[in-house]
Structure formats: C-alpha cells, structure tokens
C-alpha cells in the first residue's frame, strides 16, 4: 500500500537550510550522495564492531550511469533505513540522521569519520533531478524494504520495494537540462574531483548496449580508499611521495620536497605540502591546495585556511574539524582557522630551516627554484620571516650561496653593507671591479628582490643593513678624498653640456683600478623608486640622480681637466657612455650618437 506524505522541516534547522541551498557547483550532489553513502557503510561498520550486526564484506559504492534512461544511480551496502527512518531522516529537511546516530554511538577515539552533519546533503539530489527514487533495506531482520519517490523534494510517496539486498540505492531521473552528468566521462570526472579520496571504494560503470563481440566493461574504482597522507610519515618511501604527486596534481615535473603534516594536537590536521618546481617567475595561481574533510573533498585554494604565500606550494589538507559546508566570511572570523594557518606557516618555515642545516647542498640546488616563494612569505608573514631568517640564502657572482651572516663575517668591519647586482650580465664590468677587490657580490636578479631587500633593510634597521647595487656608490673602489673646487666645477659644467643632462654631478676621485677613467653612479634609494613605480606602471617617471665619477689618476681625465671646446665635450660625451654602458645598455638615442661619435675616433686615430 502507497503511502503520501509531505517533507516537513526542522525549524530551529532553517538557516543552514538556505544556506545549503546556495551550493554554487551543480556537481555537489554526487559528493553529497556519495558521502551518505559512505556514511552508510561507517555506521554499518561500527555496529559491526559493537557487536550488532554480522560483519559485511566488500563494503563498496556503485555509480552507475543509464543515458538511455536518463537516471544515475547510487548504491550501497550500509546500513539501510526502515520506513520509519525514512520517514525520519529523508522526509525531514534538516534533520541529520548522522547527528542522531553519533549521540547513540559516540566513538571513542573523538573522531567520527561520519561526514553527515546538517541533515540537507540529500535534497542537492533536486538540483538536477526531476524524479528521485530511494530503495532501501535495513540491516535490520525483519524489517521489509522500501521505495520512497518523490518529483519535487517536497511531496513524495511510499511503498514496498523490491530490493533483497542490505543498503540503499538513488536513483535520480535528471533533469533535460542536466543530461551532462549521463556522460561517463563527465561522471567520472566530477566523481574524481570531490570522492578521490574517500574512505570507501567507489565504482563507476555505465550500462550500454555492447557492441558486437565487445566484452561489457567492469565497473573500474576510481578513488583511492587510503590516501598516502593518512599514513606515518615514517611508513612512506620516496617513491611513493612523488608518484602521489604527479597522480594528483598532474604535474610531470619532480616536486622539490615536501612536507607531510600529522599532527593531533592542537588540530586534528593532516596533509601533504610539496614544493613545485617554480617556472622562472611565479604568478599566483600555480599553486594548488586541496583542503579535504575527512577525505572528502571541500575546495581548492581556500585562501582564509591556507596563506596566502603558501597557494604557490601544492597539496592536500585533510582537517575532519573544518566543517563541510562554510562560507568564507565564516572562515576569516574564525580563530581556529587562524590558529591552523598560522600552524601550516609555521611547519613550512621549520621544513624550510630543517632541509638548510641538514642538507645544505641540496637546499643551495632548490634555491633558485624556491627563494621567491620564501621572499614573498616573509614579506607577508612577519613570523614566517622570523623563522625562516636563518636560512634565507644569497647566490653571490662567484656562484656560491651565503647567508647574512656569513657574508657579513668575509666582508668583515664596519655597517652591514651588501653589494648586490641584478642582472649579472649587463653589470659584469661593475661586479668585477668589486670582486679584484676581494668583495663578494651577491645577485638579486628577480623582480620581488627590489621588494624583498627593501623589506629587508626595513625589518633589520636595528642591525643597520643596507643592499647597494653595484652601481650605487664608488667608495669601495676608490681610496682617499675626492678633489673638488675650481677643478671640479669646470668638470661638472664641461660634463653637463657634452650629455646634455642638468642633473648630472660629477665627482674626482682616485679609483683602485688605474686603467679605468671613470664610473657612473646611481644613488641606491631613487633608483628603487623609479623601478618600482615603473613596476606599477605609473605615468610619472621620477628621474634616478646619477653620478659621474672621474678617476683623477687617470690621464684622460687629467686632460679633461684642462680642456674646452667641440673636442673635449666629444672626449667627455664618449667617457660618459662608456662609464654608462658598464652598467646597462644605452638607451637608443645615445647608442646611435656612441657609434656615430665612436667611427668618427677611429677616423681620427688612423689620422684620416
Ligand atoms: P546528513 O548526511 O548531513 O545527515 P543528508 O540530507 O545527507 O544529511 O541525509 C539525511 C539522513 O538520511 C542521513 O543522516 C541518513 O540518516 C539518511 N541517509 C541518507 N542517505 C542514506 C544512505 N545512503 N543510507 C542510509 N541512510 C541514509
Ligand atoms: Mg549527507
């Protein structure tokens, strides 16, 4: 006999119901289906282990795809439902049955591993059906099996049903418009994408005419029961960390290292954090953090769980207390979201400090593939830099990597000053004017590294840390005091005219190198300025104050200091760019005026 009834809704329940309801992917109900089934087969168990039912064996979820009936179908073996449950847990919106079933069944070790919680999951069914159909056989002896039908998730009907075997199976009739997820292609993925991970096999199969002499297809499990990241670190070999990877994240590049969380106290958390081989420059999005609950799979990239530096690293976060369905305005509010970001940040920085002192060679190898990520980190992260700190590294011209320390500790005396070049090869000539000095030069060639050093100089001003570009001052290269007056003021005019630059000031000094007639300098803190703004594309350009400075030693400039006229301002315009090109190309102006000026001295030479 039918029997007709109507859902009814658990008041006090109403809000997460509206919630719920936002679900903003379509494909949600097959994690929802899915996870009442799983959900199915873990209460089953554990009646199994309280000594209330007979063990079951090969506990398994079907999914099976019928396009020509325009239904898919979900099946397990768990512990079914009674009409009465029926009645209770489905016809009642908002009533979670997971709720009830852990009040009478409390684990013992804390952790559930039931992903049921608000009592909605099962109305997502709606969303792209226009006919749900339950069959379902209690566990219980006795008990008959039965059909519930209903075509708009409010009216439904009851009878018996014809299912023999312990479990429950849906079947949704879809919708016209939603006749996508009778692909199985399309199932296997969406199957992929939120149950990889769950904790019972799942199979996929779809039924089909076969063809002529073609063997039906088995159903093929597509998710993986145990993933590695629930397993003790100790028990995991190498291999298996990076075939994990390239399965999971479909990166045919080796991952750097990793980092397996496991922690139980103070967050019940567990993961795996790789480090991906960085491309050249990084942008935002190369990264991916899967954050899964209980192995059931909640979102990529949650940025409120996961730092926001970190989103470069990729991996899979399983933390069971993180509830299912949140919004996001609710995970930035919530202190223990905080508490476990700040909890990630940190275990990344101590990998980071253990891989430095433990195997610092391979460390110097990974740097030039992870130091903008680190840079990054601590320009965000105080207390990620604060941290990491002792094992930030710099690569000097010489290709070794030091740290702070150690660099200070070679250049010996005086303020903390690092030299730096970033870009190695145009400024070759200026970084081995300092190396014969016997200075080391360290090379901060990418674009955060303008960011990075100021941070730096920032965050160590007690300590009085100051970076110079290798074109940023002359004092290291030259020795005793400059001459000026008369001298040099004839210069600084004779010099301003022949480049045509207002600004230019000129300076006499006696550099260490004899053969060098002069350099030009750039002072360190407007030229970071200009690049900067550049760097974000403003308009104003602001102009960088440079430096022309004269060896006095040296005989062109001793001439230079007697001269006037046409001749000696094409002398001071070829000294000028020769002094510039030892730091950066000429712009193509005066590149075009350098050749020009340069054959005409050849004519010269040659008495032409
Ligand atoms: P929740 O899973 O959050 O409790 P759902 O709406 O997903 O809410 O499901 C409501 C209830 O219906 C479940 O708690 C469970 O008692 C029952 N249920 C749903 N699907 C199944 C199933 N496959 N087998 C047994 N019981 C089920
Ligand atoms: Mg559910």
């Keep these: ?93 908002a009533f979670s049955g997971a709720e009830e079933f852990l009040k009478k069944y409390k684990p013992e070790d804390g952790e559930s591993g ?22 379902t056989k209690s566990y219980l002896e006795g008990e008959e099996a039965v059909r519930w039908v209903s075509e708009d998730g409010m009216a439904y009907d009851m009878e018996p049903s014809d299912r023999a075997a312990r479990g429950t199976s849906i079947t949704l009739h879809l919708n016209d418009e939603d006749r996508e997820f009778l692909s199985f292609w399309t199932l296997r993925q969406t199957l992929e994408k939120h149950c ?42 190498e291999d298996e960390y990076r075939e994990f990877y390239h399965k999971v994240f479909h990166d045919f590049e080796e991952p750097l290292f990793w980092i397996h969380l496991n922690a139980e106290y103070p967050f019940n958390l567990k993961g795996i954090l790789y480090f991906p081989k960085l491309k050249n420059e990084f942008t935002a999005s190369e990264g991916t953090i899967k954050l899964y609950n209980n192995q059931v799979f909640v979102a990529d990239n949650i940025k409120e769980v996961i730092p926001e530096f970190l989103m470069l690293l990729k991996g899979a976060i399983d933390c069971p207390d993180l509830p299912l369905n949140v919004s996001r305005s609710f995970l930035q509010n919530d202190g223990y979201v905080k508490k476990m970001a700040a909890y990630i940040t940190r275990k990344v920085a101590d990998r980071l400090l253990t891989e430095f002192n433990t195997h610092r060679e391979d460390y110097q190898k990974y740097w030039d593939d992870i130091h903008p990520f680190v840079k990054y980190g601590c320009i965000r992260d105080d207390k990620f830099y604060e941290r990491v700190k002792p094992a930030l590294i710099y690569k000097t011209s010489a290709g070794e990597y030091v740290t702070l320390e150690e660099y200070k500790n070679r250049a010996g005396e005086g303020e903390p000053t690092v030299l730096y070049a970033s870009d190695e090869k145009r400024q070759a000539q200026m970084i081995r004017l300092y190396t014969d000095q016997g200075k080391d030069v360290v090379l901060l060639e990418t674009l955060i590294d303008n960011n990075f050093i100021s941070f730096l100089e920032y965050a160590e001003r007690e300590q009085k840390l100051k970076f110079l570009r290798v074109d ?94 046409e001749r000696a301002e094409r002398v001071a315009a070829q000294v000028f760019d020769l002094a510039e090109m030892a730091r950066q190309p000429l712009v193509a102006d005066r590149m075009v005026e350098f050749l020009r000026r340069s054959n005409a001295l050849l004519s010269m030479l040659i008495g032409e």
Excluded at 12 to 38: Q, T
Excluded at 40 to 46: N, T, V
Excluded at 205 to 231: M, R
């Design 1 to 93: 006999m039918a029997e007709r009834g109507t859902i009814s809704i658990h008041a006090e329940n109403i809000m997460p119901v509206i919630k719920k309801w936002l679900y903003s992917d379509k494909d949600i109900f097959v994690r929802e289906l899915i996870s009442n089934g799983a959900d199915a087969i873990s209460k089953y168990k554990r009646l199994v282990a309280a000594g209330e039912a007979e063990k079951g064996d090969d506990y398994r979820i079907d999914v099976v795809c019928d396009e020509k009936a325009g239904t898919l179908t979900f099946t397990d073996n768990g512990i079914g439902m009674t009409a009465d449950e029926v009645k209770r847990y489905i016809a009642q919106v």
């Design 114 to 135: 039931i992903i049921g919680h608000f009592g909605l999951g099962f109305y997502s069914a709606f969303m792209v059906s226009k006919k749900v159909v339950i069959d």
């Design 196 to 237: 990889q991970f769950m904790p019972v096999p799942i199979f996929a199969s779809e039924v089909k005419e076969p063809k002529d002499g073609e063997e039906p297809k088995e159903p093929e499990q597509i998710n993986d029961a145990n993933p590695l990241w629930l397993k003790r670190p100790s028990d995991v070999a």
């Design 472 to 565: 940023a001052a002359a004092d290291a290269l030259t020795e005793g005091k400059g001459a000026g007056g008369d001298a040099g003021k004839r210069l600084t005019e004779l010099f301003r005219k022949a480049v045509g630059d207002e600004q230019l000031e000129v300076e006499l000094k006696s550099f260490k190198a004899d053969d060098l007639i002069a350099m030009v300098t750039v002072d360190e803190q407007s030229r970071r300025f200009a690049e900067m703004s550049r760097q974000w594309g403003r308009e104003m350009s602001f102009p960088e104050k440079r430096t022309l400075v004269l060896n006095q030693k040296h005989p062109v400039a001793k001439w230079l200091g007697s001269q006037e006229g």
